[in-house]
């Protein structure tokens, strides 16, 4: 099956920093991704969708200039977490498809940031 | 109000039990999905449904357009079924249950 990876799957910052996410498509080539944020105990949140080559797609309370999504090829999509804080902290989750949500979905593992 | 409610919250099942897992939403959806979330965290897209019926293996899912309602049921159960089980539905946005944590006892 296709596989997606996410990196790092774990990481810790300082408060006001840059963290940068990386998702990968490995076998396949994802015309679209997906950003996803979990917090504890609770279901995802969709935060953007983003076409190779295209802006992303914010979903609405998303803040475009917090949360920077390139998709700049057919297998990689990053997301940066600027001037992170702690309110950040939370498990950030990719998925890629062929075509829009209504194909299968490919989720990444996920990446666990904690903001101190 | 969550315009996606998934019932029950929490489940506890025998090993070999016949289980069912209900969404109901209240928007008008392009499609609904279901997910499975394991422990770690990894996410895996069990189906995609605008009509009828799918089945996967021991998996089979339904739904209603009309009802609004959705079931996700497991024949057989086995432990590692236990999982987080999210639904989720497009509409003009997505928008996704709190999902039902399955346990299935050996």
């Known amino acids: 099956g296709a596989v997606v990876s996410q990196h790092p799957s774990r990481v810790i910052c300082k408060s006001g920093t840059s963290v940068k996410i990386e998702c990968r498509s490995l076998?396949?080539?994802?015309?679209?991704m997906f950003w996803y944020r979990q917090f504890p105990k609770q279901s995802l949140m969709l935060m953007a969708t983003s076409n190779e080559g295209s802006k992303a797609t914010y979903e609405q309370g998303v803040e475009k200039d917090k949360f920077l999504i390139n998709h700049a090829s057919l297998t990689l999509s990053t997301l940066t977490v600027t001037s992170a804080h702690p309110e950040d902290s939370s498990f950030y989750i990719c998925s890629a498809s062929t075509g829009f949500w209504a194909d299968t979905q490919y989720f990444g593992p996920g990446t666990r940031l904690t903001v101190l | 109000k969550n315009e996606v409610e998934q019932s029950p919250q929490n489940l506890t099942a025998q090993e070999g039990e016949f289980i069912t897992i209900n969404c109901s939403y209240s928007v008008g959806i392009s499609a609904l999905h279901w997910l499975q979330q394991h422990p770690g965290g990894g996410i895996v897209s069990l189906f995609m449904l605008s009509s009828g019926k799918k089945k996967h293996g021991r998996l089979i899912a339904t739904i209603n357009i009309q009802e609004k309602h959705s079931s996700l049921h497991i024949t057989a159960s086995h432990p590692r079924d236990s999982a987080v089980y999210i639904c989720a539905v497009r509409s003009n946005q997505f928008y996704f249950g709190t999902g039902t944590s399955l346990t299935v006892i050996p």
């Open positions: 076998d396949f080539q994802a015309t679209t």
